[in-house]
């Protein structure tokens, strides 16, 4: 599942993978969950202005649900815009 918002000026593209691999090395997970992958998009633009970010739970488990999985990404998404040097985000 793949959800793009805009956010001052940018898009902020969430793509949502289900997994049943482990997250952790080492770890054995019999259940189901969610891995967010977020980019970050000028307009018009077809190549993120930083590298893709994979999101999955602080404790290296997955997202259990869709929905933490897509606010979490947008989340991370906004932070990346609003923390970023303006250098990083300036058009070249």
């Known amino acids: 599942?793949?959800?793009?918002?805009?956010?001052?000026?940018?898009y902020i593209k969430v793509c949502i993978e289900a997994s049943t691999e482990p997250v952790v090395l080492g770890t054995v997970l019999?259940?189901?969950?969610?891995?967010?992958e977020v980019?970050?998009?000028?307009?018009?633009?077809?190549?993120?202005?930083?590298?893709?970010l994979c999101l999955s739970e602080n404790?290296?488990?997955?997202?259990?649900?869709?929905?933490?999985?897509?606010?979490?990404g947008f989340?991370?998404?906004r932070r990346l815009v609003d923390e970023a040097p303006v250098a990083s985000l300036a058009s070249e």
Not at 1 to 10: C, F
């Open 30 to 36: 019999d259940d189901i969950g969610f891995v967010s």
């Open 59 to 72: 404790d290296g488990r997955r997202f259990e649900t869709l929905a933490e999985a897509i606010l979490n």
């Open 75 to 77: 989340a991370a998404g």
């Open 1 to 10: 599942m793949e959800r793009a918002y805009p956010y001052k000026g940018y």
């Open 39 to 52: 980019k970050v998009f000028r307009p018009g633009a077809n190549i993120p202005i930083f590298p893709p």
